[in-house]
């Protein structure tokens, strides 16, 4: 059934466009299974009928029926595309080749938007403003102009009513994940729902403009002190949920630079931007979540400038040593430490079949073991062992992998004999160190002080609340019988050994009863031997 909201509105309007085109890219079997087509009635170009007859078309079909739906469904895309975990490196790889390069819309438009969202006109605030659009993206334009104090900048401003078709788009894509999920058993291993909530959470942020100029602010002052990275300026009283100023960057792209034979020190760059990255990772918790070549711009001096900052990843400290530790284990072909890291992380559980995962965990670290980083294709061997199993890795940990790979993939470009694992190593380490020193003990004690407080001042309340509900007859235990035999004749046989052994005591002590006492100790020690072996045979505690 269609909801209530959805009936003479807009939203169904765009539901039946979304079917349309679905069904022109032969998907018309998902309104079929789902129950939409008697509602929404299409013309069916779909020779399937379930998705196990899907072919080898399907990455391309999915690409091009985003592409014509335009904003919201190509930012879904190239989410998608960095979290192969989730839909599989073929869809992952073809998804991104996205692209959201559009034609401008009329720079009236555009300056409309400006001086409403500033409150001034645009004579007020610029000196020059280019009405050619420098680059145009689905959800914003951007245009040269200098401000009155001569400064150059760049002005990116949202387009009209994106935020609206994104609110509309996400409330359809959720009724069609929710839909997909009860109807189409096979696909819940995708688990739609959970992709959306993870969509719609990151493009609200990358639509809301002062959120950017916060990210560009937080990472300037993470490398302030680093002469070989640059972040631009960002212009916080000239900037709104719709419009951001910040520095224009004349730069080139590392793209050009690494086809350019002009006087480059490619190594130095490669150094610097890989460098750079595993401090945004290792040290930070606060890492660029797409750095592809054209977002990387290299200045004078071989320095390195980030550009677009509205997709960010963020590690808590105990998250960033987790993984320093987990990459450390996997660079190290370590199979005991990388499975011991990811059942300590939550990653995996008893739930899988743990032989199996370690026998492929091995397969996978026997293949890789003496290479280079760029053969392994960065950490991405963990992420198809990981979908076999259906173990759903942290979105987190998909964006540091992904960008990581983009990173050493351009340094393996800049310098084919940079070598990333000997350069994260000693910084990974570092960070491992880093966990057991007194001064992270104390940071520890100092942050947990208060709750352990809270759990002292409520233990005698809770406490008593506890023993009351027993003593009512409230408190319902469950156990699981298993083995429930053996662990009986080992109980019993610990109750007769200690019968003996307190017997044994208590005899020793009688006038008459030395001999009876010595006797009863040493039945009391072979019973005890026996236990022992048995447990250490069958390896139980």
Do not use: W
């Not at 085109?21 to 998907?27: G, N, Y």
């Not at 797409?290 to 400290?317: A, R, W």
């Not at 072979?526 to 072996?533: K, S, T």
């Amino acid at each position: 059934m269609i909801p209530e909201e959805f009936d003479d509105s807009p939203n169904l309007k765009r539901l039946k466009e979304i079917i349309k085109v679905l069904s022109d890219h032969r998907f018309g079997y998902i309104a079929e299974k789902t129950k939409l087509k008697s509602k929404i009635p299409f013309k069916d170009k779909s020779k399937y009928e379930s998705i196990e007859e899907l072919d080898s078309t399907l990455p391309e079909r999915i690409r091009l029926s985003f592409q014509e739906l335009g904003t919201t469904f190509i930012k879904l895309g190239q989410m998608l595309s960095t979290r192969p975990d989730l839909v599989g490196d073929d869809i992952a790889t073809e998804l991104s080749k996205l692209q959201d390069n559009v034609p401008p819309v009329d720079v009236e438009i555009i300056k409309s938007t400006i001086e409403t969202e500033l409150g001034n006109s645009l004579e007020d605030l610029f000196s020059e403003f280019d009405d050619k659009a420098l680059g145009s993206a689905s959800i914003g334009q951007v245009h040269k102009a200098v401000l009155k104090n001569g400064d150059k900048v760049a002005v990116k401003v949202q387009k009209p009513d994106v935020e609206e078709i994104i609110h509309k788009d996400i409330t359809i894509m959720r009724f069609l994940a929710k839909r997909i999920n009860d109807y189409m058993p096979r696909m819940r291993m995708y688990n739609l729902p959970r992709i959306v909530d993870e969509f719609e959470r990151s493009i609200l942020k990358e639509i809301d403009y002062n959120q950017e100029a916060i990210n560009i602010i937080r990472f300037d002052n993470n490398f302030k002190d680093n002469e070989g990275i640059y972040v631009p300026k960002v212009y916080k009283e000239y900037s709104t949920e719709k419009v951001l100023i910040m520095e224009l960057i004349e730069g080139k792209k590392v793209s050009d630079v690494i086809d350019s034979d002009e006087g480059y020190d490619k190594p130095l760059i490669a150094k610097r931007e890989i460098d750079s990255y595993y401090k945004q990772v290792l040290i930070d918790g606060f890492f660029h979540a797409d750095p592809h070549p054209s977002n990387v711009y290299i200045l004078d001096d071989n320095v390195v400038c980030f550009l677009d900052f509205g997709m960010m990843g963020i590690l808590d400290q105990e998250f960033r040593e987790d993984c320093a530790e987990l990459l450390m284990y996997y660079l190290e072909n370590n199979v005991k430490g990388v499975m011991k890291q990811l059942i300590y992380m939550g990653i995996i559980n008893e739930k899988i079949d743990m032989r199996a995962f370690k026998n492929d965990l091995t397969g996978l670290m026997y293949r890789f073991y003496g290479v280079g980083l760029n053969e392994m294709h960065g950490f991405n061997g963990l992420i198809p062992l990981m979908r076999k199993y259906n173990v759903q890795i942290p979105g987190e940990i998909s964006l540091l992998i992904r960008g990581i790979a983009l990173v050493e993939n351009t340094v393996e470009r800049l310098d084919p004999y940079f070598d990333p694992v000997e350069e994260f190593k000693p910084m990974a380490r570092s960070v491992m160190r880093q966990r057991v020193s007194p001064s992270h003990m104390i940071d520890f004690i100092k942050d947990n002080v208060f709750e352990l407080e809270h759990l002292l001042k409520t233990l005698p309340q809770n406490l008593s609340r506890f023993l009351y509900r027993i003593e009512e007859g409230k408190i319902n235990i469950e156990v699981e019988h298993k083995d429930l035999e053996r662990i009986s004749n080992k109980l019993s046989a610990a109750l007769i050994l200690s019968a003996l052994l307190i017997g044994s005591a208590i005899i020793i002590q009688t006038n008459n009863g030395v001999f009876l006492g010595i006797i009863g100790f040493i039945i009391a020690m072979i019973l005890g031997i026996g236990m022992v072996l048995s447990i250490l045979r069958y390896r139980e505690i």
